[in-house]
């Protein structure tokens, strides 16, 4: 479905996107409690697959809640130019009515599916003992394939009111999985919590932007066809 297609690239995005703490690695070192440091601490929780790290400064409960709903909005709002960009899927000859109510259907299947795929990034050796446990296995093997074909860069940080946010561009090298998705813009917000620390509360992109929801959308139908799935 295209939902879950959306939802593993948007995972490919989110790692991704955490490539650009390393670039705020330098000025964080006694600054803490800064969206700056969490976002290092983020880079540094993928990279080294530490989820109790990543868990402390992602609220992964609300970036997948978000990312849904956001995917949801989008792809309703906008089925006619999908209609028209991608006219041999199925899925898009639909109404917006019906994707909305599809979709809201789905939901809780769909995150906890997004969610057992990162419970398998974090836990290499973890055996799936059902099919949805193999298939989560498996997209999570994709994704960390493909988060090596990606590099990220980030505008300056933004803060206001205990929100902070911070523009990211995507961008992807000459392989494969590099050219599904060329380049793509995202915004991630951070919130701060009652200790006084920044974590990740949602990833954002929109249809407005050349790079945003379109490109993201386009990467997933090159990706459907790359499996050689109808």
């Not at 999908?82 to 809201?104: G, I, K, N, Q, V």
């Not at 050349?210 to 490109?215: A, I, V």
Request: hydrophobic content about 45%; aromatic content about 10%.
């Amino acid at each position: 479905m295209i939902l879950i297609r959306t939802l593993r690239i948007g995972a490919v995005v989110l790692i991704a996107a955490a490539l650009i703490g390393g670039a705020y690695a330098g000025c964080c070192r006694q600054r803490e409690r800064t969206p700056d440091y969490a976002l290092v601490q983020i880079a540094r929780a993928v990279q080294t697959e530490d989820r109790a790290l990543f868990e402390q400064y992602v609220d992964t409960e609300a970036v997948l809640a978000g990312m849904h709903e956001d995917a949801a909005a989008l792809i309703a709002d906008n089925i006619d130019a999908l209609h028209e960009r991608h006219p041999s899927d199925w899925f898009f000859r639909h109404d917006a009515a019906f994707l909305r109510a599809y979709m809201a259907e789905r939901r809780t299947a769909d995150i906890a599916f997004a969610r057992m795929m990162l419970d398998y990034y974090f836990d290499d050796a973890r055996v799936p003992v059902t099919k949805e446990e193999g298939r989560a296995r498996w997209a999570s093997d994709e994704m960390r394939a493909a988060a090596a074909s990606y590099t990220a860069a980030a505008d300056p940080v933004r803060i206001q009111e205990g929100r902070a946010e911070a523009d990211c561009i995507v961008r992807g090298n000459e392989t494969t999985y590099g050219q599904l998705l060329p380049e793509a813009s995202v915004t991630l917000e951070l919130t701060r919590q009652a200790d006084g620390r920044y974590r990740l509360t949602r990833v954002r992109t929109d249809a407005r932007r050349p790079n945003g929801f379109f490109s993201v959308i386009d990467a997933a139908e090159r990706y459907w066809e790359l499996q050689g799935w109808d």
